[in-house]
């Protein structure tokens, strides 16, 4: 998993994070998925390409292994222009093609205040990135957790404790889906 606070667990420990979460239920049922959290509170796509390159070398990544990009939230936050937002999330990509590694790209979608033509520009980036590279796209899974108040911390961008479990629940059946059928 490569992404932002959304997936880093802000405001809680590691083992309280969905992705910690949803490692030790793969550990449980004796499956063969191994989640590597490499999501860094505050990541830009600029911060994510920067340091791809030594994931690959740390995790020796190959062929049969899959990074899931799940960055550009904080990029849309500060109002980044979507030209370098795509930038970014090309070389990545191309940089992981390189190395022969799967690629799946998430959903990723931010509040409507910097107006609809940035939202739409913004949100745009992601299914044309899958089609331009043939990559999978994932849903963005805070849909149905930012919907509810109860699931968001005071700033009402990250999810809190009790969504992780939630949102646990909803990248299992993605990301066994992904690796099998692809």
């Known amino acids: 998993m490569y992404g932002d606070s959304i997936s880093a667990g802000y405001g809680m420990t590691i083992e309280e994070s969905w992705p910690y979460l949803l490692n030790e239920t793969f550990i449980v049922e004796g499956s063969e998925i191994n989640l590597i959290n490499e999501s860094i509170s505050g990541e830009t796509t600029g911060g994510g390409l920067a340091?791809?390159?030594?994931?690959?070398?740390?995790?020796?990544?190959?062929?049969?292994?899959?990074?899931?990009?799940?960055?550009?939230?904080?990029?849309?936050?500060?109002?980044?222009?979507?030209?370098?937002?795509?930038?970014?999330?090309?070389?990545?990509?191309?940089?992981?093609?390189?190395?022969?590694?799967?690629?799946?790209?998430?959903?990723?979608?931010?509040?409507?205040?910097?107006?609809?033509?940035?939202?739409?520009?913004?949100?745009?980036?992601?299914?044309?990135?899958?089609?331009?590279?043939?990559?999978?796209i994932m849903p963005f899974f805070m849909d149905s957790i930012a919907i509810n108040p109860s699931y968001m911390l005071q700033d009402g961008i990250h999810p809190n404790k009790s969504a992780q479990v939630i949102i646990r629940d909803i990248m299992k059946p993605a990301i066994e889906k992904l690796i099998t059928d692809n």
Do not use: C, S
């Open 51 to 136: 340091r791809i390159e030594n994931v690959l070398k740390r995790h020796q990544l190959v062929q049969d292994d899959w990074l899931i990009i799940e960055l550009g939230g904080n990029d849309g936050l500060r109002g980044f222009p979507t030209t370098t937002i795509k930038r970014n999330l090309t070389q990545m990509i191309t940089k992981l093609k390189a190395n022969n590694v799967n690629i799946a790209i998430m959903q990723i979608k931010i509040p409507p205040n910097y107006g609809k033509r940035y939202t739409t520009m913004f949100e745009g980036l992601y299914p044309a990135l899958a089609e331009q590279f043939d990559i999978p």
